[in-house]
């Protein structure tokens, strides 16, 4: 078999496949954001009420693994009855899964926020609603983001895990064609590359989001700047933090 | 504004009652009792570990309460007497308490994710349910006050140490408390912006009747603004008279000792 012939058989196939990582990537990812956030909040509470149950279904999720978890949802949960599809057993345990994972990067950063912060809120007698959307949350996002980052890429790489449901994403196609011709090195070197791209993507885009959230902490440049090659050789933020005033556009 | 005829004139604005504060095992006030009149401004002096700043974080409702009452205008703020039993008031009633009641930290505190404005109105619009122009308009007039008046639309990391404390005051200020907590306001600051700090609170205390309770190392500053001074050793208060008496002429062998210390190293 020539390339072009095989190209024109799998590579619509790849694609599909492409496509399903990508979309398991991004729907699990921002699903596993608002989980992460909502776990976190809770096991941050001092009320044990409402820290304990968010403690069960993080530990739990973090103490078992992502392959078992599929196993369950797809092949024994529907022996006891509901039969959920694969693409929302593979959602729904990457979101699970993460969300556990990103549960404690969120709570860890809301702990970091100085003390004197939540004095201040409990000092303006702010409520707890308040006060986390509009004090706390904002400063620990800066925090929490590079681990979140973290936890997106891995979620990336660990979406291949769902072909054990059945489900044709992007590594299982690379190893299809691989069994139909005699490619390994360059399809590996296909697999390594895509992925790696598309981890570049994220973290690249998490970054922006990153310095954003420092820019309004009043810590480096704003995205203007970065984005903007001329000013960002200007003005080194490593050097002057506090000369780094933001302007009017905020 | 209340005048004295029409606050009950009985009742004392803070009252401490048989007040304990343990953290863990160790005992950091003791059977602590004191009253406060509406728009008098008091000096808590004493050694370090004496408990003085504990005080101010027990009227805040930053600690908590081991044992014994406090009321703010004669109403339980932590806990209450119901039935001769001690039980916690309510999260409502605390929380209509603690709005009369503003405090300034040592380490500022601003809010970095917001300009000196927003750190200013945050609070007046969403908690006091002031609206927006209003709380824009008082902003700008406190910012005037603590001679602040260009930094409207900067960020408090621009801000030098001097300058991010008179904005808190201005933050606490905005919420027009009937009681001001100062807690070693001027602590963290270089020597040199230590007096413009000192000379806004010196400004607020001569211009408005807010009740002031002050923890300070600033001794001058204390014997100028305050009503009185109450010298704390050990948990407990060892003296309490006006700041001539104190400073000239104090009754215990402890505070002779301890203001002499203090005044050495001024």
């Known amino acids: 078999m020539n390339y072009l012939d095989a190209l024109v058989m799998h590579g619509p196939r790849l694609w599909d496949g492409l496509l399903l990582t990508l979309q398991l990537t991004v729907v699990s990812g921002l699903l596993a954001f608002v989980v992460a956030v909502v776990l976190g909040l809770m096991a941050g509470s001092t009320k044990l009420l409402v820290r304990l149950p968010a403690r069960i279904i993080i530990e739990f999720f973090r103490g078992t693994s992502l392959l078992v978890q599929l196993m369950w949802l797809f092949y024994v949960l529907p022996l006891f009855g509901p039969s959920l599809g694969a693409m929302l057993v593979a959602i729904f345990a990457l979101t699970l899964n993460y969300g556990a994972y990103g549960a404690e990067a969120v709570r860890a950063s809301l702990t970091s926020v100085p003390q004197g912060q939540w004095e201040a809120t409990a000092a303006l007698s702010m409520s707890w609603p308040h006060k986390m959307r509009r004090i706390i949350f904002p400063q620990a996002w800066a925090l929490m983001l590079p681990s979140l980052t973290n936890l997106w890429v891995h979620l990336l790489k660990g979406s291949s895990i769902v072909y054990i449901i059945g489900m044709s994403e992007f590594t299982f196609e690379l190893l299809q064609l691989r069994r139909t011709t005699d490619w390994l090195f360059a399809l590996a070197i296909v697999g390594l590359v895509v992925y790696f791209i598309i981890a570049l993507v994220l973290t690249q885009l998490m970054r922006l989001f990153e310095a954003r959230s420092k820019y309004k902490l009043g810590r480096g440049p704003s995205l203007k700047e970065i984005l903007s090659p001329v000013l960002t050789n200007k003005i080194s933020p490593a050097d002057e933090p506090a000369a780094v005033a933001p302007g009017g556009a905020r | ?266």
């Open chain 2, 1 to 266: 504004m209340p005048t004295p005829t029409d606050a009950k004139p009985a009742m004392p604005v803070i009252e401490f009652r048989d007040v304990e504060k343990q953290f863990d095992t160790k005992t950091v006030l003791k059977e602590l009792n004191f009253t406060i009149e509406r728009g008098e401004r008091v000096t808590l002096i004493g050694p370090s570990g004496s408990g003085k700043t504990t005080i101010l974080r027990l009227v805040m409702t930053l600690e908590g309460l081991t044992d014994g009452y406090i009321y703010i205008d004669g109403a339980p703020l932590v806990y209450e007497q119901r039935d001769g039993k001690r039980v916690p008031v309510s999260k409502r009633q605390q929380k209509l308490l603690t709005t009369r009641i503003g405090m300034v930290f040592q380490q500022f505190n601003l809010f970095p994710n917001m300009t000196v404005l927003e750190n200013i109105i945050e609070a007046p619009i969403h908690v006091l349910g002031i609206n927006k122009r209003d709380a824009i308009d008082r902003a700008h007039q406190l910012l005037e006050k603590v001679g602040l008046p260009d930094k409207t639309d900067a960020h408090p990391t621009a801000l030098s140490g001097g300058q991010q404390q008179r904005v808190a005051i201005a933050r606490a200020l905005a919420m027009d408390p009937e009681i001001l907590l100062l807690d070693e306001v001027t602590s963290a600051l270089d020597p040199e912006v230590v007096v413009d700090v000192l000379q806004v609170l010196r400004d607020v205390a001569a211009t408005t009747d807010v009740t002031m309770l002050i923890v300070t190392h600033e001794m001058s500053f204390a014997r100028d603004v305050s009503h009185r001074v109450m010298m704390l050793d050990g948990g407990k208060i060892i003296e309490s008279a006006d700041p001539e008496t104190i400073f000239t002429n104090p009754a215990k062998e402890r505070t002779k000792k301890f203001l002499a210390a203090v005044l050495r190293d001024a």
